[in-house]
């Protein structure tokens, strides 16, 4: 353990002073602040003392890691067991050897584990690429992604929310024939342990968003959304569209749960520049009816979006971030930053030529 000395203030008698004798809640108020994960990883390997005074049931807040899109099929991706995280607070590249990424295509965005589909079997699982945890889902039959990935606030535990088109037949030999024919679209969660998925009909098929058992769906359509119920599994009510500021320009609808509030986005695309509007679910209208009310700034939130869902984080937990800002995936390999106050999006440098999801790091 390396010795650093010190000056006394008084006298100038220098003193040696060792690391590992600090005192366990001092060392786990530095083990807090670290940006990186892997940071965290390092600061427990010092010695035993810090070991103890950083479990890893409680790591610092981390900000989500970028993973990089891999390319080839299921032989290519059954040959390749490395995946590489871009981590955004650090600015460091972690690559990582994962045997149960290889034979996988990973999805997300996702808390601690990253939904993996198996290549050739298309059975999903749950992995965290960290610790190389496995939890294997019983089949589920929804073509889709992720839209949910992490705490369940209500039941405890873990759930995962996924949405698309009920699969009818096997997806890939019918698409190859020509003959794919897709069903309703459905919603369908899990928790690690349950015999067997829930589904849910009456999804929207676009934006979406899961908060406190409550699942937020936008109906790419009529723009209504649709509020169901976890518990009860159905459909608890429905809002109306907002009205869109510019009906001329296209674009497509986001949604996010952020610092306890749904948020709707909708984000033009054939404007020079990139623009957001942006909504928040509201229940005081007079009459008691939920709706979209349109909101100037999100305040020291950080949004992470991909695709039509993403995360939220609070600004004020990281050093060196600001709030009021959307992070987002433009085309799938470039890295940008919009900013909510004055409207303007910077391209931040990215190590990837292409980039996948969104996930946050955990070692447990």
Request: net charge negative; charged share 20%; proline share 7%.
């Amino acid at each position: 353990m390396p010795k650093r000395k010190t000056k006394h203030a008084t006298n100038g008698v220098c003193l040696e002073r060792n690391w590992s004798e600090l005192p366990q809640e001092i060392l786990h108020l530095f083990s807090k602040k670290l940006p990186d994960i892997s940071d965290f990883i390092r600061f427990r390997a010092v010695c035993k003392r810090w070991h103890f005074s950083a479990p890893v049931t409680d790591p610092p807040r981390q900000l989500p890691w970028l993973l990089e899109f891999r390319e080839g099929g299921p032989e290519e991706d059954c040959e390749n067991a490395i995946i590489r995280f871009y981590c955004l607070s650090s600015g460091k590249v972690h690559t990582i050897f994962c045997p149960g990424s290889r034979p996988a295509r990973l999805k997300g965005p996702a808390f601690r584990y990253l939904l993996a589909s198996h290549s050739t079997s298309y059975q999903k699982y749950l992995l965290n690429p960290l610790t190389h945890d496995e939890i294997w889902t019983p089949w589920v039959n929804v073509c889709g992604s992720p839209d949910y990935i992490g705490p369940d606030t209500i039941e405890g535990g873990d759930i995962v929310v996924i949405s698309g088109d009920a699969e009818v037949g096997n997806y890939f030999e019918l698409e190859d024939m020509g003959e794919y024919d897709p069903g309703p679209n459905i919603m369908a969660f899990w928790r690690p342990g349950a015999d067997d998925w829930v589904y849910v009909e009456g999804a929207g098929n676009s934006a979406n968003a899961f908060y406190m058992g409550q699942y937020f769906s936008n109906d790419e359509e009529t723009g209504i959304t649709n509020v169901i119920d976890i518990a009860t599994k159905k459909l608890a009510y429905q809002v109306a569209p907002p009205e869109s500021t510019n009906p001329l320009l296209k674009g497509y609808t986001l949604m996010v749960e952020s610092g306890g509030k749904i948020l709707r986005l909708f984000q033009y695309y054939e404007a020079e520049e990139c623009h957001f509007d942006i909504y928040c679910l509201y229940f005081g209208d007079g009459e008691g009816k939920p709706c979209w009310v349109k909101i100037a700034d999100i305040g020291d939130q950080m949004l992470f979006m991909q695709y039509y869902r993403g995360l939220s984080f609070s600004a004020s937990n990281f050093s060196g971030f600001k709030g009021n800002c959307i992070y987002f995936l433009k085309e799938g390999k470039y890295l940008c930053r919009y900013d909510i106050g004055d409207g303007t999006t910077e391209v931040l440098p990215c190590p990837f030529d292409s980039v996948t999801t969104w996930f946050v790091p955990s070692l447990v």
